[in-house]
């Protein structure tokens, strides 16, 4: 089993930086992806970055060159680096992982993750 925790959101400006922080608890060594997805208000969840656990990383092209996600060798922690943020940014970050090592954009389904973090929102004002 494996426990994620998600801090690190809060309110920005447009053109603005967050950092957000997922801790893992449990038997996490053995996790082959880890993935942020968001979910704005009405809108369905959606995979924004994924890191294979070779260290190898997929970006949504709505965040490409923006943002920056990273693990540290234990996988005790996974971050994502928010840069030059949009508007269109906002919603409920979440921190995820599945055993499977595939880490592809493709790949990125919700029925797909098999554990979950509780959420941390983000909310980028124009």
């Known amino acids: 089993q494996v426990q994620l925790v998600e801090s690190g959101g809060g309110s920005v400006q447009a053109g603005g930086s967050l950092r957000l922080s997922c801790a893992t608890y449990g038997n996490a060594f053995n996790i082959g992806c880890m993935l942020w997805f968001r979910q704005a208000s009405g809108k369905e969840r959606e995979g924004v970055a994924s890191i294979h656990a070779l260290g190898s990383s997929n970006y949504a092209d709505s965040v490409k060159g923006r943002f920056t996600i990273s693990q540290d060798s234990a996988k005790n922690m996974l971050w994502l680096q928010m840069n030059s943020l949009k508007p269109e940014d906002t919603g409920m970050y979440y921190c995820?992982?599945?055993?499977?090592?595939?880490?592809?954009?493709?790949?990125?389904?919700?029925?797909?993750?098999?554990?979950w973090g509780q959420g941390t929102q983000v909310t980028v004002s124009s």
């Open positions: 995820a992982a599945r055993w499977a090592y595939d880490c592809y954009v493709g790949s990125w389904t919700s029925s797909r993750v098999d554990f």
